[in-house]
């Protein structure tokens, strides 16, 4: 997510929140998960009976997120879309796999109008909880079984919610002819039931039926259009490789398709609203240029091909949604030095924080981190402002923002993407590049992007990795700057002094 291109609204917010922000801060985040399921689901019993599969997957900042006691391994949702801010008959199918034995499990849902639950072919029993949905089969589901539930609900893209931080309105956000997405954090709930946590992963196929004259368009491939009897017209998209619940893209409008060719073949496809394809082409014909940069610093782009949605909304808000980043109209019709910084930071994400999946929220540091400290090192190579200016005044404010946000590693929920996440964690980055020195840092983020390649990873992870490639045990160095209220000195910058911070 990038908001450097800040709205007036969220300027006032983070004002106002910055004046206002506690430090309730959570304990450092645990350094002994290696696994990528989650510490909180609970074991099956020695028996095998059947229990209760867990509400959540026990996040530091949305424990009742994602869901305990199976995977999933793919999801269907059939979408017969109506028109913007009108509700709509849906259907999402989820094939998942039982990792004990469940009398029950959760699905992530909220708002929409429930209609019918289904699991393998029998209705079950339903129970809405806040955000949770609790589904009692027929029967009990036994351990390593597959099985399908499909839920049937009234879509209603009229729910939106709204965030303090930086990411303003999420959810469902209408655009004047259709609608784009806006996921993360955890609004793709209000989507399609999921398991709405970042570490989950699992591929999507989207049926999306638009009235005549509309487009869809969707991560990954589009593998049909069909017209219909009644003229209407079915798109289906597969997401061709996992996608995590807050990485969703389904974006419906007058939309044109602009194909074109980047690095080793790579199929690029942005779409466009028809009348912004002329106005936003001269920066959008930067994104080749865009993929090969980055590949010289981050190996081989991760997925089968990638695209820019531009986005008919008034929202300050760019989202790395996989393979179809989400960049607001707005940051293709200023300046190319914005532009770019909003282009090139959500191109990174797709490497790091699509591709690379955290492992928790507390992890957000190294994703918004990373795309911040390319967008802006890119930048600076292009016209762009300097780059350890930038990190110097990041610097000079480290400690208030620990105060304010929570240090790197140590979010808050409602500090989650504040400045600390973005320049605040570039700053990490940057600190690690000073003491190990450029050629050694180039090979820590590329052994990071390539051996990691589809995996979650966590902090932790990074820090054993550039020890290992740096071939000196960075904990002692990193730690400091990831947790804790003071700010270490910045290797090479003597000179670099921190604000104080009263009380
Ligand atoms: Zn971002």
């Known amino acids: 997510m990038s908001t450097y291109r800040t709205s007036r609204r969220g300027t006032r917010v983070a004002l106002a929140a910055a004046i206002t922000a506690t430090a309730a801060l959570i304990g450092p985040v645990s350094h002994a998960t290696p696994s990528t399921t989650a510490s909180t689901t609970p074991p099956a019993t020695a028996s095998g009976s059947p229990s209760p599969g867990a509400a959540g997957l026990g996040d530091p900042l949305f424990p009742l997120d994602g869901n305990g006691g199976y995977k999933v391994t793919r999801h269907v949702l059939d979408f017969d879309w109506k028109a913007p801010g009108t509700a709509f008959p849906a259907t999402a199918t989820i094939k998942a796999r039982a990792t ?96 709405d946590h970042p570490s989950q992963r699992a591929p999507i196929t989207f049926r999306i039926t638009t009235p005549p004259g509309l487009s869809a368009a969707a991560n990954g491939k589009l593998v049909d259009r069909a017209e219909q009897p009644d003229g209407r017209i079915r798109w289906t998209y597969d997401t061709e490789q996992p996608v995590a619940a807050q990485l969703a893209q389904l974006a419906i409008g007058k939309f044109t398709f602009v194909d074109s060719v980047g690095p080793r073949g790579l199929p690029i496809r942005d779409v466009v609203p028809d009348a912004l394809v002329e106005p936003t ?106 780059f350890e200016a930038a990190m110097r005044t990041a610097y000079e404010n480290h400690d208030l923002w620990r105060r304010d946000f929570g240090a790197p590693a140590e979010p808050t929920e409602p500090n989650l993407f504040k400045r600390m996440r973005y320049d605040g964690s570039a700053l990490v980055f940057y600190a690690l590049r000073e003491q190990v020195g450029d050629a050694a840092f180039r090979k820590i983020e590329k052994a990071w992007a390539t051996e990691y390649r589809g995996r979650t990873v966590g902090t932790a992870d990074y820090i054993a990795l550039a020890s290992r490639i740096a071939g000196q045990d960075l904990e002692g160095f990193l730690r400091p700057w990831l947790y804790g209220a003071k700010t270490p000195p910045m290797p090479g910058h003597p000179d670099w002094v921190v604000t104080p911070v009263q009380g």
């Open 281 to 386: 082409a001269a920066y959008r014909e930067l994104t080749a240029g865009h993929i090969a940069w980055l590949e010289q610093r981050l190996g081989p782009y991760p997925f089968k091909r990638y695209g820019v949605l531009v986005g008919d909304t008034d929202l300050g808000v760019a989202l790395e949604t996989q393979t179809l980043s989400l960049v607001p109209k707005a940051d293709l019709l200023g300046t190319r030095v914005d532009a770019e910084r909003n282009l090139v930071h959500e191109l990174t994400h797709q490497w790091l924080g699509d591709d690379l999946a955290i492992r928790t929220w507390s992890d957000l540091w190294l994703s918004e981190g990373h795309a911040r400290f390319y967008e802006r090192l890119y930048s600076q190579e292009h016209g762009g402002d300097s």
């Open 100 to 195: 004990q034995s469940l009398s029950s499990f959760h699905l992530d849902f909220a708002g929409n109008t429930l209609r019918k639950v289904l699991v393998n072919g029998a209705t079950a029993r339903t129970e809405r909880d806040g955000d949770e949905l609790v589904v009692t089969p027929a029967k009990p589901l036994p351990e390593g079984s597959r099985f399908t539930v499909e839920v049937a609900y009234t879509a209603d893209p009229t729910q939106i919610r709204h965030r303090d931080d930086a990411i303003e309105d999420y959810g469902w956000i209408p655009t004047p002819d259709g609608t784009v997405l806006y996921p993360q954090p955890n609004g793709a709930k209000m989507i399609f039931p999921a398991n």
